[in-house]
């Protein structure tokens, strides 16, 4: 079974660009939940999608969106770069959106520069 | 909102010996569930061990277990017999049982030094 794939592993990107990274979940999850990592701020929540819809956003700007597709695949976007907003991007798919013992698997992240 | 605190930025054993990464939370809900996930240098999360809050026992993952102590909101996590392949940051999540959905809320992590 195929794990949680991200695309791409790096990126570099200019400020004032836009950035869209891409995640696809484990084959049957249908929760897909983004994260930022940074030194300096540690793993925030991003948001989560299930069925299509953003069920839960974390205290992101309104520059970070996302959206999920009928095949759970998930995109997220980041309009208007800062050099703050270079992190590891990581995505993690459950199965549902909410049961209990559901275990988020994560992938491998995507790594934003921005210069 | 709930808090995940790790206080050991950093931590080292010498293979073949007993560690213990410490983890405490706040929390004003009585439902969550707990985990320990490990990050090795190739960044991919991977979970180490979970525990459901309404259970008493605490779990166990062959080498791995967990201290759970829901009054004193503790949560650490021992890792028997270190192995040089348990080298990695540790990271405390906390997952609200009552609101929906898998948000995690994550500690800042300890890295765990395993020496040979």
């Known amino acids: 079974k195929a794990g949680v794939t991200q695309t791409p592993r790096y990126l570099i990107k200019t400020r004032g660009q836009q950035v869209t990274l891409s995640c696809s979940p484990i084959?049957?999850?249908?929760?897909v939940s983004w994260y930022q990592q940074t030194p300096g701020q540690g793993l925030q929540f991003l948001f989560e999608?299930?069925?299509?819809?953003?069920?839960n956003k974390g205290n992101f700007p309104g520059r970070f969106s996302g959206r999920q597709f009928s095949n759970s695949r998930s995109e997220m976007n980041v309009s208007t770069l800062e050099l703050g907003d270079s992190a590891l991007y990581l995505c993690?798919?459950?199965?549902?959106?909410?049961?209990?013992?559901?275990?988020?698997?994560f992938g491998q992240g995507t790594r934003l520069t921005v210069v | 909102a709930q808090t995940v605190t790790q206080s050991q930025p950093e931590m080292s054993v010498q293979e073949a010996e007993t560690v213990t990464l410490s983890c405490t939370y706040d929390t004003s809900e009585s439902d969550y569930y707990l985990f320990w996930y490990k990050q090795p240098p190739s960044r991919q999360m991977i979970l180490v061990i979970r525990?459901?809050?309404?259970?008493?026992q605490n779990a166990t993952e062959n080498r791995f277990s967990v201290n759970f102590q829901k009054a004193a909101k503790s949560f650490s996590l021992k890792i028997s017999d270190s192995q040089l392949g348990d080298a990695a940051m540790y990271f405390c999540a906390y997952r609200s049982a009552e609101e929906y959905g898998n948000k995690l809320v994550f500690g800042a992590g300890t890295i765990l030094r395993v020496k040979s």
């Open positions: 084959s049957g999850h249908r929760s």
């Open positions: 999608y299930f069925s299509e819809t953003q069920r």
């Open positions: 993690a798919s459950s199965l549902r959106g909410q049961i209990m013992n559901t275990e988020a698997f």
């Open positions: 525990q459901e809050a309404y259970k008493q």
